[in-house]
């Protein structure tokens, strides 16, 4: 018993209840259940990861919607488009594909 004593007053006797209490606090709210901070961070990195995503493919869907509204409207455009995506040519021409390694 005399060891715990010891342990006690030459590192723990400076600490009072109060501050006791207090550490204990933070160590759980830092690290005990789902509303801990940590997790609470790392939700917050996944929710803004995920606004990312979500501007992206709202700009893919801005792009390819102005691409289907051409295709639809502007008879060159589709025929460009045939030709690049498809490799369909004229009935008067030749088609050469070269491809980068």
């Known amino acids: 018993?005399?060891?715990i004593?010891?342990?006690y007053i030459k590192y723990l006797?400076?600490?009072n209840a109060y501050w006791l209490v207090t550490i204990v606090f933070l160590?759980?709210?830092f690290?005990?259940?789902d509303s801990s901070l940590y997790k609470r961070y790392t939700y917050d990195e996944k929710i803004r990861g995920l606004e990312k995503e979500i501007k992206h493919y709202q700009k893919e869907i801005?792009?390819?919607s102005k691409k289907l509204n051409?295709?639809?409207t502007d008879k060159e455009g589709l025929e460009r488009f045939a030709r690049e995506e498809y490799f369909m040519k004229r009935s008067n021409e030749d088609v050469f594909i070269?491809?980068?390694k």
């Open 62 to 64: 801005e792009i390819n």
């Open 27 to 29: 160590i759980v709210t």
């Open 13 to 15: 006797s400076w600490i």
């Open 70 to 72: 051409d295709l639809h």
């Open 1 to 3: 018993m005399s060891r």
């Open 31 to 33: 690290t005990v259940g």
């Open 98 to 100: 070269i491809k980068d």
């Open 5 to 7: 004593k010891e342990f």
